[in-house]
């Protein structure tokens, strides 16, 4: 009984199913397909968004001219996807329109949109679209396509203090040397140290040899600006080996404009000089032959760059320090701004690398800067302080002369200072606390890290002294202290300025200052001020003192082989700091610094 149940269960169950399946294939077969042109319409810009060319060509009355037009666009416009949408059909009879608006997404990030039409057809009552290219874009002829092109914005010039430009957009030539592929290497080096040694005296044969030989494949033997490569072209063609090519870059507009330093802005800002560039769509007739622009964004450059290097003062210390044989520098910084008005340094100099701003020499007495700075803040003298000035004074185990032990018996601290009594001051450096000269010297600039973009820099050393020997002979810049001209520079814009400026070079590129230097007290300002405008009109300094209103301090360090020679000071809004590396008297860093001011034009 029960088994009979269930089947007679599921015999009713299979006859209603059948009968349900049976009536809903009747209904399905009675409901009319959806009219109009539309579903035809969405059928196509459907497959289209999707980039299944044979699908949405396939929809059309003519494949195979849809197929090749509809592949060329998305191939052409390089583009990573679209999306497309239908609006509103227009019948007319057995032809329709249908609105369409595509969204291109083309390579980085660009977005191109538009409206059109799709012109339909119907034939035994199917809706097709009747294939035209305006079905792409409603400008677009039959014979024609799109093409994306890229308009490169073009690049930020770099420009100086006074507004000329020091790198500007070009083209630069490489010169390279395959020396396996030379034949005679030793001859073609040769050739090109005769033709390139006028670009860059250090192209010698022996070293495109040496580094040639030392290399697989190609040796990159120089980099050449347009119109030095068009003088040498035709002769590099003749040589074997040697091939060239270009590429766009920042060019220097002067050769011998700071090259290390341009060289070094450049390195810094290369990675932001591009701007942002401009796009368009375009329209190609069949013979490849741009006709119309469909869309066109325009590139945004980046505005140019500036660097706080000045040129007519650029150019005067270069030829001041160009003048001397030995190492000869010269930094030079606006005390009201901290901008890095000129860097200096002769070829003597350029072979040990950028030493006016990171090499670390003992300042002789210049430093008296420092120590009489730490006098006046102790308490222990002031300019009008009267302080024995003796021919010798021993102090511990140390004996320290004046300058041919010239005496001057007791005189107020600023004469001392004028005429630059080392006894003086090595008496004052030995009452000091062992810290009293790292404080000074951080009061005006000297001891902080100054991460300046796009130049290398080092201040100088003053540790604090506990042993009263080596405070005595840190007190007139002997010792253990050194500092380099970048450091003594900002020490005199600091007593310029009443406070040490912050260092820079290229606008918008901030400097970054480790430590927290105290501030310097307008004690000390005023002090120092009045000191250092006696160097100049009685002391040491008195060859520059037909050149305005002066102040500076002069210096002779003792080292092995002889002496080095400094002047350091301001005049307006102009501070230095001059050294010729063993160049004896302080006079000759005085002599140096004068023929930079010499030649600067009247406003300055």
């Given amino acids: 009984m029960t088994i009979r149940r269930f089947r007679t269960s599921l015999v009713a169950r299979v006859v209603v199913t059948v009968a349900v399946s049976a009536l809903a294939v009747g209904v399905a077969s009675c409901t009319p397909k959806p009219a109009g042109p539309s579903p035809a319409a969405d059928s196509f810009v459907d497959a289209f968004a999707e980039r299944d060319v044979a699908a949405a060509a396939g929809a059309t009355d003519q494949p195979q001219k849809a197929f090749e037009v509809l592949t060329a666009t998305w191939n052409d416009l390089q583009a990573e996807s679209m999306t497309a949408t239908t609006g509103s059909a227009r019948i007319n009879g057995d032809t329709a329109t249908v609105d369409y608006t595509y969204e291109w997404h083309l390579p980085k990030n660009r977005v191109w949109t538009y409206s059109g039409q799709l012109q339909m057809g119907r034939r035994d009552g199917e809706w097709a679209v009747r294939w035209s290219s305006t079905d792409v874009h409603p400008e677009l002829g039959d014979t024609q396509r799109m093409a994306l092109r890229s308009t490169a914005a073009p690049r930020a010039r770099v420009n100086e203090h006074s507004g000329s430009d020091v790198l500007v957009p070009g083209v ?6 395959n020396a396996a592929k030379s034949g005679n290497v030793v001859a073609v080096a040769n050739s090109l140290a005769a033709a390139l040694g006028r670009f860059d005296s250090t192209i010698t044969a022996q070293s495109i040899v040496e580094s040639a030989t030392a290399v697989k494949g190609d040796y990159q033997v120089a980099t050449l600006k347009q119109d030095d490569f068009d003088q040498v072209s035709m002769v590099l063609s003749t040589m074997p080996g040697v091939t060239t090519s270009d590429e766009a870059d920042l060019v220097a507009t002067e050769r011998d404009f700071a090259p290390d330093l341009i060289s070094q802005v450049k390195k810094t800002i290369i990675d932001d000089v591009d701007g942002k560039a401009g796009w368009s769509v375009v329209t190609i007739n069949a013979n490849g032959v741009d006709t119309d622009v469909l869309t066109e964004t325009a590139p945004q450059p980046v505005g140019s760059f500036s ?38 340094q002769n070829k003597a100099a350029d072979r040990d ?31 009008d302080t009267s302080v024995p000035c003796p021919g010798r004074i ?34 004052l450096a030995s009452e000091m606390q062992p810290d009293a000269l790292n404080v000074a010297a951080a009061e005006l600039g000297i001891g902080p890290t100054y991460d300046v973009e796009g130049l290398p820099t080092d201040s100088g050393s003053v540790p604090p002294a506990d042993d009263l020997v080596q405070r005595t002979e840190d007190g007139f810049g002997q010792g253990k202290v050194v500092v380099s001209p970048f450091g003594m520079a900002l020490a005199a814009a600091t007593v310029a300025r009443g406070s040490t400026p912050v260092p820079q070079l290229i606008s918008g590129f901030d400097t970054k200052v480790e430590g927290n230097p105290p501030v310097i007290t307008p004690a000390m300002v005023d002090g120092l001020r009045g000191m250092m405008r006696l160097v100049v009109t009685s002391g040491t300094a008195t060859r ?15 080292v092995e082989g002889g002496s080095h020679a400094w002047f350091v000071g301001y005049r307006g809004d102009i501070a230095f700091a001059t050294l010729v590396v063993k160049g004896g008297s302080s006079d000759n860093a005085v002599a140096v610094t004068r023929d930079m001011f010499s030649v600067l034009p009247e406003e300055y």
């Fill in 172 to 177: 630069v030539h490489r010169i390279r040397l």
């Fill in 307 to 344: 660097i706080s290097l000045d040129r007519p003062i650029q150019r005067a210390a270069q030829e001041a320090v160009d003048r001397r044989v030995e190492q000869t520098m010269m930094v030079v910084v606006q005390p009201s701004t901290g901008a890095l008005l000129a860097v200096a």
């Fill in 353 to 383: 690398g950028p030493v006016a701003t990171t090499g670390l020499y003992p300042p002789g007495s210049t430093f008296k800067i420092i120590t009489a700075g730490a006098a006046i803040d102790g308490g222990l003298a002031t300019p």
């Fill in 394 to 427: 021993v102090i511990g185990e140390r004996s320290i002369p004046n300058y041919n032990e010239f005496a001057l018996g007791s005189v107020p601290m600023a004469t001392a200072f004028a005429r630059s009594c080392n006894t003086s001051f090595a008496k």
């Fill in 544 to 558: 520059i003192a037909d050149q305005g209103e002066v102040y500076g301090k002069t210096g002779e360090a003792e």
